[in-house]
């Protein structure tokens, strides 16, 4: 068992739900003329940006469909706001959500070096879900599903120094040995740049109205033998997550998660709609006297090693205590 849980207290921020990609899975991605297809306003962004300061959230989650203005519709939306990508809006939106004291996350799908790079100073960390390192029908057709691609990704964020999330979905059609190959793969990226803070072990939820609506859910000891296998290939400064809104978190943190990932108090998974998020107080009494520890989207060990832009020093600091985590939170 570990000596404590970690989680960050978040706000989640579905920028836009227009995407390149076509995962037979996803339940959040629209085509561009879709009735439910969306992109944010700054006017709506910043309000939750507000209202997450008042209930003391110290993350802003960036979501996105990745790479939107692929689609000539989109390209006309974002143009009529003042962007050429959702990228250049990114930028803005971050630099908005520190304002509000709130360290942004982002999570834009596949990006090149250069964009990452842009990104770095206004991010305290950054996200890519691996899923999966096996060809599947799921992916078929997306673009953004392209290993190599992705790969590449989760390298220029090494490269850059970018405290980094990844991840598995698990139950999309891939068997064990394809995990144990993914989490080798995420263990070889870790060793060679030392960026990975966590992996998230996400079990997949079939959604309605998705080519895969009908397929079988990842099972609970699916769930258990992969974060067994997680924590035994992965090196011990990697976290393992494990969203507690989709799982029986308390059994996974005996099998070697630690990681509880982001809570929020105010915005809703916008992900996974269906499942809400558990009160923090909830998860304190699931955890058997396992100490629950507040952190930030950056670790522990990458605030103290001050992997972090000078112009997130201030910010960091005032949340943080000696240890890094979030200064004054004990539950």
């Not at 990114?90 to 942004?104: N, S, T």
Request: net charge negative; aromatic share 10%; hydrophobic share 35%.
């Amino acid at each position: 068992m570990p000596d404590y849980v970690t989680f960050t207290r978040n706000v989640f921020l579905p920028v836009t739900n227009v995407c390149r990609n076509r995962c037979r899975y996803c339940g959040f991605r629209r085509d561009p003329s879709h009735p439910e297809a969306s992109l944010m306003t700054v006017e709506e962004i910043e309000q939750i940006l507000k209202q997450g300061a008042r209930f003391g959230c110290t993350e802003a989650l960036f979501t996105f469909g990745e790479k939107p203005e692929e689609h000539q519709i989109f390209r006309e939306w974002i143009g009529e706001i003042g962007y050429f990508s959702i990228i250049d809006y990114l930028v803005d939106l971050c630099e908005l959500a520190i304002e509000y004291g709130l360290l942004p996350h982002s999570n834009p799908g596949v990006m090149d070096f250069r964009d990452i790079k842009r990104l770095k100073p206004l991010n305290a960390s950054m996200g890519l879900m691996l899923e999966t390192t096996a060809d599947l029908p799921a992916h078929e057709g997306c673009a953004g599903k392209i290993l190599s691609e992705r790969i590449k990704a989760i390298e220029n964020a090494g490269k850059l120094k970018m405290p980094f999330t990844t991840g598995l979905l698990i139950g999309i059609g891939e068997s064990m040995e394809d995990r144990v190959h993914s989490l080798y793969t995420i263990r070889e990226l870790h060793l060679r740049y030392r960026h990975i803070q966590e992996v998230i072990i996400q079990p997949f939820s079939p959604k309605p109205g998705t080519d895969m609506a009908d397929f079988p859910e990842a099972t609970h000891q699916e769930m258990v033998d992969t974060v067994m296998a997680a924590r035994r290939i992965l090196p011990r400064d990697v976290a393992i997550q494990v969203p507690p809104n989709l799982t029986r978190f308390e059994d996974l943190i005996g099998c070697g998660a630690s990681d509880l990932g982001g809570v929020s108090p105010y915005t809703i998974d916008w992900i996974n709609p269906e499942t809400k998020w558990p009160q923090i107080s909830e998860l304190a009494g699931k955890l058997s006297g396992i100490r629950l520890r507040e952190r930030l989207p950056i670790y522990p060990g990458y605030v103290l090693a001050r992997w972090y832009d000078p112009g997130l020093g201030s910010l960091i600091e005032r949340y943080t205590d000696g240890d890094g985590f979030r200064d004054g939170y004990r539950h």
